[in-house]
C-alpha cells in the first residue's frame, strides 16, 4: 500500500529535500509512524501530545484531516496526503 | 433600490442560480454575487460594520488613523469607508499581491506598507502588530480577530441566503479570515438542521509556505472549527480552471478565489447525486475577476496561468 506524503518546503530537511515521499499506513497515525521511521525527527514536528501540532494542516486527498477523523483517519492505497503550514488570509 | 448613500448600500447582493453547472434539477448551485457591493467584494460587509461597531465603542473618532493587515479587498473596503467618514487609513499589505490592489488603495487615499512576500498575510499582520504597538494612536480593527467580522455575516449574508433560498442545505465559502463561514454557518446552524458548512481554503505555490516555521502558523482568533462542516484545500490550478468554467458556461466573471469556492461547492454537489440527496449548494463569489486581470489569470493555457500565479496571494 503506497501513499503520496507532500511535504512543505520547511520539513524537507528530513526528507533530503524531496516534496513529496511514499509512505504506509492503515491510518494517519501509522503513516506518520512510517515516515519517522525513514525520515527521523518529522514526527515530533508534525504530532505532540498525541495530536496534530496547532499550526500544522495536513490534507487527505485535499480535505482536512481534522474533520475527517484527525490522526485516526483511515487512509487508502493511492491516497495522497499534504502537510502544510497554517497560513493566513483574508 | 434607493438609498442615502453609497455606505448605506452595502449588502442585499443578488443570489444566482447556475443552471448549467448544476449536475440535476434536484442537485443546484447558486452564487452569492458578492462582487455587487459598493468597491466590488465582500469585505464591504464586514468593513463597515468593524468601523461602526468601533465608533460606537468610542476607538474611533474623526481624523483617527485606521491600521489594518490585508492582502487587499479588506483595506479597499475600509478605504471607501474611511474616505467618507474622515478617518486616515494604512494597510499592510503583502508585496506579492497585484497591482490593481494597489491602485485602488492608492485611489481612496489609503497608505500602503509593503510586507515580505514570503509568509503571505502572515507576515502582514505580524509587521501590523508591531506597527500598532509602537503607534498606540493608530486603531487596528484586525479583521482576523474583530467580532464586528463575523457578525456582519451573521446578521447581513446569512439572512439574505436564508431569506433568497429557505431550502439552502450546504454553504460553500473561501477560508482568509474566517469570518464569512463563522457568521454565515452559526446564522445558518440555528435556523437550517442539518445544514454543512464548507470550507474552500486556497492553497498557494510554495513561496508562500516557503519560510514559514510549522511553529509560527498562524490561525485567526476568529477560527471556531466546530462551525464548519468540513474543510477543503484547493490548488491554483482547481481554482484556475473552475473560475474560466464559471465564466464559460455561466457568464460569471470572479476573482480566482471564487474559483476555489466554485471547486469545493461542484464536490459537494456531486456528493449529494451520488447519495440521490437533493441538495441547494450556495457559494459565495467573493469579488469580480477585476483586480487579478494584471496577473494573467484569465489568458493563455491553464498551465501558463498557473505558472504566472505562483508565488502570487490570490485570495
Not at chain 2, 79 to 100: D, F, H, R
Not at chain 2, 131 to 139: E, K, M, Y
Request: hydrophobic share 40%; charged share 25%; glycine share 10%.
Amino acid at each position: 500500500m503506497a501513499i503520496e506524503v507532500r511535504i512543505p518546503t520547511i520539513l524537507r530537511n528530513y526528507t533530503d529535500g524531496a516534496k513529496a515521499v511514499s509512505a504506509q499506513g492503515a491510518t494517519l497515525e501509522e503513516l506518520i509512524s512510517d515516515l519517522e521511521s525513514h525520515h527521523p525527527g518529522i514526527k515530533d514536528r508534525l504530532v505532540d501530545q498525541g495530536a496534530l501540532r496547532r499550526f500544522v494542516n495536513v490534507y487527505l486527498n485535499d480535505e482536512d484531516v481534522r474533520f475527517l477523523g484527525g490522526l485516526g483517519t483511515p487512509l487508502s492505497d493511492g491516497d495522497t496526503v499534504t502537510v502544510l503550514p497554517a497560513v493566513a488570509g483574508g | 433600490m434607493r438609498f442615502d448613500s453609497l455606505i448605506d448600500s452595502v449588502g442585499r447582493t443578488p443570489l444566482v442560480g447556475l443552471p448549467r453547472l448544476s449536475p440535476s434539477a434536484d442537485v443546484r448551485v447558486w452564487a452569492k454575487l458578492e462582487d455587487r457591493n459598493p468597491t466590488g467584494s465582500i469585505k464591504d460587509r464586514p468593513a463597515l460594520w468593524m468601523i461602526q461597531e468601533a465608533e460606537k465603542d468610542g476607538l474611533l473618532t474623526p481624523g483617527c488613523t485606521i491600521l489594518e493587515p490585508t492582502s487587499g479587498n479588506t483595506g479597499i473596503s475600509l478605504a471607501m469607508s474611511a474616505k467618507l467618514k474622515g478617518y486616515k487609513l494604512i494597510c499592510v499589505m503583502p508585496e506579492n499581491t497585484s497591482e490593481e490592489r494597489r491602485q485602488l488603495l492608492r485611489m481612496w487615499g489609503a497608505k500602503i506598507i509593503s510586507s515580505p512576500a514570503a509568509g503571505g498575510s502572515n507576515e502582514a499582520v505580524r509587521v501590523a502588530k508591531e506597527l500598532a504597538a509602537q503607534n498606540p494612536s493608530w486603531v487596528m480593527l484586525y479583521q482576523y480577530g474583530n467580532p464586528a467580522n463575523w457578525r456582519s455575516h451573521y446578521e447581513s449574508t446569512g439572512p439574505e441566503i436564508l431569506e433568497d433560498l429557505p431550502t439552502v442545505t450546504h454553504f460553500v465559502a473561501g477560508l482568509g479570515t474566517t469570518g464569512t463561514l463563522m457568521g454565515v454557518g452559526r446564522f445558518l446552524r440555528e435556523r437550517v438542521p442539518g445544514v454543512q458548512i464548507v470550507a474552500a481554503e486556497p492553497r498557494y505555490g510554495e513561496l508562500v509556505y516557503g519560510l514559514r516555521n510549522v511553529d509560527e502558523g498562524f490561525i485567526p482568533e476568529l477560527y471556531d472549527e466546530s462551525v464548519l462542516t468540513t474543510r477543503f484545500s484547493v490548488g491554483s490550478a482547481d481554482a484556475l480552471r473552475r473560475t474560466r468554467e464559471l465564466l464559460a458556461s455561466e457568464g460569471i466573471f470572479a476573482g480566482v478565489s471564487t474559483g476555489a469556492a466554485l471547486h469545493a461547492a461542484l464536490g459537494v454537489a456531486a456528493k449529494a447525486v451520488k447519495a440521490g440527496e437533493r441538495a441547494d449548494v450556495v457559494f459565495v463569489v467573493a469579488d469580480g475577476g477585476w483586480k487579478y486581470l494584471s496577473t494573467g489569470a484569465y489568458e493563455g493555457t491553464l498551465e501558463e496561468a498557473e505558472e504566472r500565479l505562483e508565488g502570487q496571494l490570490w485570495a
